[in-house]
């Protein structure tokens, strides 16, 4: 089962926009989905991403801008008539029919021959590894097998955009990781294209080919998860991509793409993510994991550090300089708490965005 | 008070509290007094008296009259008449206009207006369509002003008339119920629906419709029995010695024109029986489809 067929090269949003009253919750969003893609929508609640799922889906209407498959404007169909497959976040599964003929519907409602859409179900539930629950109810099935059966429903019909909302956040820590791979392999086995909205960085680094980043219904930056975990271009990007240190002060110096923040009472260096020249007011983000303990090398950070604990490979600490700013740091070696140690930071890893 | 018999005493309460017996419980004592003496008491008393007739021929006699007595037993028939279709078209209208106002906003509005008729009463709804629907009333008169009709058209005293002050009466009710089963249903399962295909009839005829029928079933009895037992507007708004003797009359008859209390006791235990055959016929029905959650999965 290929969705290869399906004649289409690329979906795209054209300033895709939504208000609520007043309250602008997308705003111009634009945005090309190439055919096979899988997209990841992150961002914290409240940033519009299960609007402009929504939206795709036409669950909602949008009030500006438009949805396009290739030169094809899709924003005035009705849900049922876009052909999209969507699973939802509570799944939302019809109680009163049998997995069987939940994944048959959207064949059902397309009056496809019996033995057809009998054919296609079986081998959506081989995709899913469900053969042997095709005639129970989804209350008797579990909440990782309800959503495999989300997911047959919403492919069965091999839509040109499978939308998911969410889908894994009902799930238990461990069955989350199973079906994160599964929901890749479906989505490479079926040569889908995908919309995966979600607040978890780690599902989007792992599941995307391209990730969205919103914030305040807007877009923040759009790149493959390897851009953004390694150079996000805004703060809060950044943010959610683990840089959980943070150095407030002004820029110092700066030779190429290199700069140095002070931060009251010390300074650290950092690439520049952003325009900045020496006076302007910036943040030094860095993740945890390229603070480590610089032993007596000079040019460190001298810190007291506060917590350390055991992680298996190494120690996570907590420490504070002396103007009370608080570092979290990597170590090889436990340093006791209260002990005075000098940290350094990988200046090619800390970022520098404009404050 | 020793301490065996605080033991005992514990030990007794734990044993009751294995069975959901606690102090608790005990507030469902004025109920069960309450049930007893107005609905059971009542109820065998007057099943007894319909086995000790005043006329002659044994316990069944009362009976056996009914059931011998065209103008009694046609009663029955009558009664089906009248309070089957009105059931059938109250439930058949309650679930559109619920699957509407459950998207409506101003929802409270909206159902209060709809309740008005139930605090109303039928003599007064009664009393109201004499006026309106009669033939000295606005709604023939305006229709003759137009000229769209020449006489008076008849909408009292007959059939319709009771057939229409029922529909009045029972509606809210039914609406109100139905209401609250087409809002219990998960709105995600629309969205689903949608999404995959299907249409808006097809939304409610395979998703809505299969999980409100249970919801359907307890409307259509609960409907059905205030219906079946309709007396007032039958004899204020309908031809209560013709198509219109409802049961209820035949036994307001017996008991207030023959001061036969057994037989009007008889009367009403037949009443009761025709209710509750149509009441299991429906849940028997019902039993057929799924019954269970109207959600789609869980959180």
């Given at each position: 089962m290929q969705l290869a067929s399906m004649p289409f090269n690329e979906i795209r949003l054209d300033r895709m926009s939504r208000s609520f009253g007043a309250l602008?919750?997308?705003?111009?969003i634009s945005l090309s989905i190439r055919k096979g893609e899988f997209i990841a929508l992150l961002?914290?609640?409240?940033?519009?991403k299960s609007t402009a799922l929504n939206c795709i889906a036409g669950l909602l209407s949008t009030t500006g801008g438009g949805i396009y498959i290739d030169d094809k404007?899709?924003?005035?169909?009705?849900p049922e008539d876009r052909g999209f497959g969507m699973v939802f976040q509570n799944y939302a599964?019809?109680?009163?029919?049998s997995v069987r003929k939940n994944i048959g519907f959207g064949l059902k409602m397309r009056s496809r021959p019996k033995a057809e859409i009998d054919t296609k179900v079986d081998e959506a539930l081989a995709l899913v590894r469900l053969q042997g629950q095709a005639?129970?109810?989804?209350?008797?099935?579990s909440g990782g097998q309800q959503q495999r059966v989300a997911i047959a429903r919403a492919i069965v019909i091999e839509p040109p955009l499978v939308l998911m909302d969410?889908?894994?956040?009902?799930?238990d820590a461990k069955l989350r990781l199973e079906m994160r791979a599964e929901i890749r392999r479906i989505h490479n086995q079926m040569k889908a294209t995908t919309i995966y909205v979600t607040h978890d960085q780690d599902e989007a680094l792992s599941l995307a080919d391209r990730i969205v980043v919103l914030r305040d219904g807007a877009i923040r930056q759009v790149g493959t998860p390897h851009e953004l975990y390694e150079r996000p271009a805004h703060l809060d990007v950044a943010e959610f991509m683990g840089f959980r240190n943070r150095f407030t002060g002004k820029v110092v110096s700066r030779e190429g793409e290199r700069a140095t923040v002070s931060a009251g009472s010390f300074s650290v260096s950092g690439t520049v993510a952003e325009d900045l020249q020496p006076g302007a007011s910036a943040v030094l983000a860095v993740r945890p994991?390229?603070?480590?303990?610089?032993?007596?090398?000079?040019?460190g950070v001298s810190v007291t550090v506060e917590a350390i604990e055991y992680r298996g490979r190494e120690y996570v600490g907590i420490a504070r300089t002396p103007d009370g700013v608080e570092i979290i740091f990597h170590a090889d070696d436990a340093a006791a708490p209260g002990s005075t140690v000098s940290l350094s930071i990988d200046p090619a890893r800390a970022l520098v965005f404009s404050a | 008070m020793t301490s065996s018999t605080l033991q005992e005493g514990t030990s007794l309460r734990q044993k009751l509290a294995l069975r959901?017996?606690?102090?608790?419980?005990?507030?469902v004592l004025p109920s069960v007094l309450f049930v007893l003496a107005i609905f059971i008491y009542p109820f065998i008393y007057g099943l007894l008296l319909s086995f000790?007739?005043?006329?002659?021929?044994?316990?069944f006699a009362n009976y056996i009259t009914f059931f011998s007595d065209p103008y009694l037993y046609n009663t029955i028939a009558a009664t089906l008449r009248l309070a089957v279709p009105v059931t059938l078209l109250s439930v058949a209208a309650a679930v559109p206009v619920a699957m509407r106002v459950r998207l409506v906003r101003r929802q409270r509005l909206l159902t209060t207006l709809l309740v008005l008729p139930i605090t109303l009463g039928t003599v007064l709804v009664a009393q109201g369509m004499l006026n309106y629907?009669?033939?000295?009333?606005?709604f023939s008169r305006s229709l003759m002003l137009l000229h769209i009709i020449s006489s008076p058209l008849?909408?009292?005293?007959n059939y319709w008339g009771v057939f229409l002050s029922l529909i009045i009466t029972v509606f809210p009710f039914t609406f109100l119920l139905t209401l609250s089963y087409v809002t219990g249903i998960d709105p995600g399962l629309e969205k689903a629906a949608a999404t995959h295909g299907a249409s808006a009839w097809q939304r409610f005829r395979h998703v809505m419709l299969p999980l409100l029928v249970p919801g359907l079933a307890i409307a259509f009895c609960l409907t059905f029995v205030q219906a079946f037992a309709v007396f007032p507007s039958a004899v204020l708004l309908g031809a209560p010695s013709g198509p219109t003797r409802v049961i209820s009359i035949a036994a307001a008859q017996a008991a207030f024109?023959?001061?036969?209390f057994t037989m009007a006791s008889a009367i009403a235990m037949i009443m009761g029986v025709v209710q509750l055959c149509i009441v299991l016929i429906v849940l028997v029905v019902r039993n057929l489809f799924y019954r269970g959650a109207t959600s789609g999965g869980k959180g």
């Open positions: 602008n919750a997308l705003r111009d961002g914290p609640s409240g940033c519009g404007r899709i924003d005035q169909f009705k599964l019809f109680p009163h029919m005639e129970k109810l989804p209350g008797q099935l969410e889908p894994l956040s009902n799930l994991d390229d603070v480590t303990l610089s032993g007596e090398a000079p040019g | 959901g017996i606690d102090g608790v419980t005990l507030l000790a007739p005043i006329r002659e021929g044994g316990m629907l009669g033939p000295q009333g606005w008849k909408l009292t005293n024109e023959q001061y036969d």
